[in-house]
């Protein structure tokens, strides 16, 4: 882990290299702030701005976290269900790939028409962008199950329950935990998407607010910080991975 | 008196006839082996044995009392070791008593340091070698509550040596619990080697073509294996088996 930190110089390069590039082709060719601001701008509208965007900062977290644990939630049961009984499998599946192919712009008002301003359109929102990268891994976890595992369990008298959570759960972790890295970055998106919606604070509505004034440099900076916050979540995400599924680790290092 | 009795066995899957009018007993204590080439349906034997499969006809007892299609009342060491790789080789042990209900530890522990794996009792799967990892499996299945222990080829998997020596453990190990165990092979020499008491498959459908008294006193040790009496005894095997083949 220390290792990957360690080679993360060269990205941070990288970026670093096109600010510059960004910064020196803005000035050269003079073109106006409102059409596209340097960088420097940008970051002195974050410092600058910074006492009334932490107020929308903290209710997107907020959404993102709840909507997070909401949406993966739901898609560790659904992939439980499904995984538990056949039939429901069988019968439910194909129906959940195609609620990934349902539109979130044409949805969202929908859902406010059904549902009101409150946080329940918002939460449905990101769960369903959430659950279905969880539910997907999961279930490819569960089946994945090495056979002569599952043939041991049984002959050693391992009744439907036992065999689910002494192994097939826990074999299936590090799969859940791709699933959960997918959807950590998503209930971001999904977040400021739900914003949209309609909502008293959060970068959704700042962001809104700053496209329709041309405050483009306010625009960059909401987006600098969901890339921060998306970012963050990923490393909590491999933070847990990193202490449950030791054991996945150990044995790809001694390969 | 028989603590494990099969009468009159048959089974088929479909078109293929897998196992034909098969019977077979074991007394408490007892270390048998059933013998059979590749293909002769003794996985097939394990799985009506522990109730994952049912049988078209006959009849299957343990203590008197039909275990046909029920799981859990025997335990079991498959050909590979089948350790969950996120446990400990403690929590590994304790797997097939936790499935039954009553976890003893400190016998667990007693067990593992006996076995010489004592340095390796917190340690996982991926760090032991094969050898290590069938005598976790073996002790795994010495613990689970059950009265008889049914072996699936446990040692066909590992190399020339250390299947020797694993052998070796086997009979060590089972001199001093004296545990009832009913152990599948391929392996003449093997079967010869470890059990009071072989009976001889024949090629599907099986049945038993032959039950045969192991003549040797025990403690057994490797010497034996190179002895005339052992190696007609292997001879007399062979030839069964070979017999059965034409006909």
Known sequence: MI?????????????????????????????????????????????????????????????????????????????????????VRESIYPLLILSQNVPIIVLAPLLVIWFGFGLMPKIIVITLVCFFPITVAALDGFRQTPNELKHYMMMAGANRRQLFWKLELPFSLPAIFSGLKISATYSVMGAVISEWLGAKSGIGVYMTLASSSFRTDRVFVAILFIMILSLLLFLLILLAEHFLVRWKRMEAERK | MSLLSIENVSKRFGENEVIRGLSLDVKAGEFV?????????????????????????????????????KRGSISYMPQTPSLLPWRTILHNVLLGQELQGNINREKAIEMIEKAGLKEYIHSYPHELSGGMKQRVAFIRALLSPQPIILLDEPFSALDEWTRLGMQKW????????????????????????????????????????????????????????LENRFLESKRTIHFALKRSNRE
Do not use: C, Y
Not at chain 1, 35 to 61: C, R, V, Y
């Open chain 2, 170 to 225: 086997l009979l060590d190990i089972w001199d001093s619990h004296r545990p009832t165990i009913l152990f599948v092979t391929h392996n003449i020499e093997e079967a010869l080697f470890l059990s009071d008491r072989i009976f001889v498959l024949s090629h599907r459908p099986s049945h038993v073509i032959s039950e045969l008294k192991v003549p040797f006193s025990r403690p057994r040790n490797e010497e034996l294996l």
């Open chain 1, 3 to 87: 290792n990957n930190l360690l080679k993360g110089w060269r990205p941070a390069l990288v970026l670093l290299l096109l600010f510059i590039i960004w910064e020196m082709a803005v000035k050269l060719a003079d073109i106006p702030a409102w059409l596209l601001p340097p960088p420097t701008d940008i970051l002195k509208e974050a410092i600058e701005g910074w006492g009334n965007f932490h107020e929308h900062l903290q209710s997107t977290i907020k959404l993102s976290l709840l909507g997070f644990v909401i949406g993966s939630s739901v898609g560790l049961l659904t992939a439980i269900i499904l995984h538990l009984i056949p039939m």
């Open chain 2, 33 to 69: 082996s059933i013998l059979g080439p590749s293909g002769s349906g003794k996985s097939t034997i394990f799985n009506l044995i522990g109730g994952l499969l049912t049988p078209d006809e006959g009849t299957i007892r343990l203590q008197k009392e039909s275990i046909i299609g």
